[in-house]
C-alpha cells in the first residue's frame, strides 16, 4: 500500500508539473502572438526627404545625401555647410537665403511638415498597446538582440550600445519603435537587416531627440519630434525628419531606402509609370535601378553624363506591366555625377546619381 501511495505521489507531482507548464505557455504564448502584422506609416510629402528640419541643418563636409532638403519654418539661410555636389535632390527653403542652387517652395515644404506630423501621430498612436517581449525589450537597450516584426513600445528611451541588433523578416514586414524619449545609438554600432527586411519598412518615433553615433550604421526612418545628429561618417538607410528642432550630420550618408517589390503572377499592377532612386547612392562599383510600369510598353532606360550625352544603355525593348529592377555596373566608369533617364511611351524621368571610387 505504501508502494502505490508513493507511486501515486509521484504521478501527481508530473501532472501538476505539466499542469503547471502548460499554464505558463498559455500565458506565454497569448505575448508572442501579439506581433500582429503592421501597415508601413504613411509620409506623403515627407517620404521625398532625406533631411527634413524645423530650425537648422548643418553639415560637415563632406557629406553624401540622397533625397530631398528641406527647413522649415526657419529661413534658408540656417542651411550651412554643403558643397555643391553633396546633396543629390533638391534643396528647399521658405525664402531666398538658401544655399546657391536650392529652390524656394514654403507652401511645399509646409505640406511636407504637416505630413510629418501626420506621420509622427501615426506612429506614435498605434495599438494595441505593446505588452511583454514587445515593451521595453532589453530593458531599453536592444543591443545583441534579434527583433521580429511588429510593434515595439518604449516607456523612455532607446539606446543601442555594445553590440549590434537584428532585424528579421520579410521584404513586407514592418517594424515601428515607439520610444517615448531619446534614441541613441551608440559609436559604430550596427543595425544589420535579415530574411528580406528593408529599410522602407522601419520606423523609429522619437519623443524628443535621435543621436547616431560615430561610423553607426542605421536604417530606417526617423521622426523625431525635437532634432537628430549623426556623428563622423555615420550611415542612415532612411530618413532623418526632425519636426521642430535640428538636424546635424558630420561626413555622414543619408539615402532615402527604396521600397523593393517582388513582382509575381496574381500581384495588382502599379496604377502609374514610375521611376525610383537609384540605390545605394552614393555606390561603387554597382547601383539597382528600379522602376514601374502600368501597362506594357517600349522602354529604354539611358545613362547619361552631367551634359546629357549618352554614355550607355541598359534597357531598350518592350517590357510588360509590373515592377522592374536592372543593376548598373559602373566599374569601367570614372567617379563622377552621372543621370539615368526612362523612357515608357509617353512617359520620360531622369535622376541623378553619384559614382564614388
Known amino acids: 500500500?505504501?508502494?502505490?501511495?508513493?507511486?501515486?505521489?509521484?504521478?501527481?507531482?508530473?501532472?501538476?508539473?505539466?499542469?503547471?507548464?502548460?499554464?505558463?505557455?498559455?500565458?506565454?504564448?497569448?505575448?508572442?502572438?501579439?506581433?500582429?502584422?503592421?501597415?508601413?506609416?504613411?509620409?506623403?510629402?515627407?517620404?521625398?526627404?532625406?533631411?527634413?528640419?524645423?530650425?537648422?541643418?548643418?553639415?560637415?563636409?563632406?557629406?553624401?545625401?540622397?533625397?530631398?532638403?528641406?527647413?522649415?519654418?526657419?529661413?534658408?539661410?540656417?542651411?550651412?555647410?554643403?558643397?555643391?555636389?553633396?546633396?543629390?535632390?533638391?534643396?528647399?527653403?521658405?525664402?531666398?537665403?538658401?544655399?546657391?542652387?536650392?529652390?524656394?517652395?514654403?507652401?511645399?515644404?509646409?505640406?511636407?511638415?504637416?505630413?510629418l506630423t501626420i506621420a509622427y501621430n501615426d506612429a506614435a498612436g498605434r495599438v494595441p498597446v505593446p505588452t511583454d517581449d514587445f515593451l521595453n525589450p532589453g530593458s531599453g537597450n536592444i543591443a545583441g538582440l534579434t527583433l521580429v516584426s511588429g510593434l515595439y513600445k518604449f516607456t523612455s528611451g532607446l539606446s543601442i550600445a555594445g553590440a549590434d541588433v537584428t532585424l528579421t523578416g520579410s521584404e513586407t514586414d514592418v517594424w515601428i519603435f515607439q520610444i517615448a524619449s531619446d534614441l541613441v545609438v551608440a559609436n559604430g554600432v550596427q543595425v544589420i537587416l535579415a530574411g528580406g527586411a528593408q529599410a522602407a519598412n522601419i520606423f523609429w518615433q522619437v519623443g524628443t531627440s535621435a543621436t547616431l553615433g560615430t561610423s553607426c550604421v542605421f536604417h530606417g526612418t526617423i521622426l523625431a519630434d525635437q532634432s537628430i545628429s549623426l556623428g563622423t561618417g555615420a550611415v542612415l538607410n532612411g530618413r532623418a525628419l526632425a519636426s521642430i528642432a535640428a538636424v546635424t550630420?558630420?561626413?555622414?550618408?543619408?539615402?532615402?531606402?527604396?521600397?523593393?517589390?517582388?513582382?509575381?503572377?496574381?500581384?495588382?499592377?502599379?496604377?502609374?509609370?514610375?521611376?525610383?532612386?537609384?540605390?545605394?547612392?552614393?555606390?561603387?562599383?554597382?547601383?539597382?535601378?528600379?522602376?514601374?510600369?502600368?501597362?506594357?510598353?517600349?522602354?529604354?532606360?539611358?545613362?547619361?553624363?552631367?551634359?546629357?550625352?549618352?554614355?550607355g544603355v541598359l534597357v531598350n525593348n518592350v517590357q510588360g506591366a509590373g515592377r522592374h529592377q536592372i543593376e548598373w555596373d559602373a566599374r569601367n566608369y570614372a567617379s563622377g555625377t552621372y543621370f539615368y533617364r526612362l523612357q515608357a511611351g509617353s512617359f520620360v524621368s531622369v535622376k541623378q546619381m553619384v559614382l564614388v571610387k
Do not use: C, H, W
Open 249 to 311: 550630420i558630420a561626413s555622414s550618408t543619408i539615402t532615402v531606402p527604396v521600397l523593393l517589390t517582388s513582382t509575381v503572377e496574381g500581384d495588382l499592377l502599379p496604377d502609374g509609370f514610375g521611376l525610383s532612386q537609384n540605390y545605394p547612392n552614393p555606390f561603387n562599383p554597382s547601383t539597382m535601378i528600379n522602376y514601374q510600369l502600368p501597362v506594357s510598353s517600349q522602354v529604354t532606360l539611358t545613362i547619361n553624363d552631367m551634359l546629357g550625352r549618352e554614355l
Open 1 to 115: 500500500m505504501k508502494s502505490m501511495l508513493s507511486s501515486l505521489a509521484r504521478r501527481t507531482r508530473r501532472l501538476s508539473g505539466l499542469l503547471s507548464l502548460g499554464l505558463t505557455l498559455s500565458i506565454v504564448s497569448p505575448a508572442i502572438l501579439m506581433a500582429q502584422p503592421q501597415a508601413a506609416v504613411a509620409l506623403g510629402a515627407a517620404g521625398d526627404f532625406a533631411i527634413l528640419a524645423g530650425s537648422l541643418v548643418s553639415n560637415v563636409p563632406a557629406s553624401a545625401i540622397t533625397g530631398d532638403l528641406g527647413l522649415s519654418p526657419a529661413a534658408g539661410s540656417l542651411i550651412t555647410g554643403f558643397g555643391d555636389a553633396e546633396v543629390t535632390g533638391i534643396i528647399y527653403t521658405v525664402d531666398a537665403s538658401g544655399p546657391a542652387g536650392s529652390i524656394v517652395s514654403a507652401a511645399l515644404l509646409a505640406t511636407a511638415k504637416g505630413d
